[in-house]
């Protein structure tokens, strides 16, 4: 068994109103800095033992469809590096 | 005037109690997948125009440790690229 960082990058689709987003960018322009398109995004990291990689990557993927992203509004990126 | 996209990640320092982790790693194990050290982190993205590279990242460190993280609590890395 091989120990894997799995690191899953979590954001709204371009299209979807950014409503936290947006209350960020006006803090940001209140402190005097440009901002334009501001999102907010999530980050879920854990580590995970595993045999092969194909065996994380298909795990990762399926609980993250099923149970961490809205697939309405969300889309996401996914690492996985082993030590 | 040059356009600067930049990617701000915030995580709680690993000392610091992450209850949302551990929700989330409680639901990961309710899939069956057995995840350890699971962190929820923020992703804050957006673009900037200015003249240099290093004008944006002074300005944006600066706005990010005096007003989007909790120094006490959290930890941030930066990503700066221009296109």
Redesign the interface.
């Known amino acids: 068994m091989k120990k894997y960082r ?1 690191k899953i ?1 979590i ?1 709204l689709k371009p299209g979807i109103l950014d409503a936290e ?1 947006r209350a ?2 006006k ?2 322009e209140r ?1 005097g ?17 595993a045999k092969e990689r194909e065996e994380v990557e298909s ?2 993927k399926s ?1 993250t469809e ?3 992203i809205n697939p309405l509004t969300e889309e996401y990126n996914l690492k996985i590096s082993d030590e």
């Open positions: 799995v990058e954001r987003g960020i960018e803090a940001i402190f800095v440009n901002a334009q398109n501001t999102r907010k995004g999530k980050i879920i990291e854990f580590e995970l033992y795990q990762v609980l099923k149970l961490l």
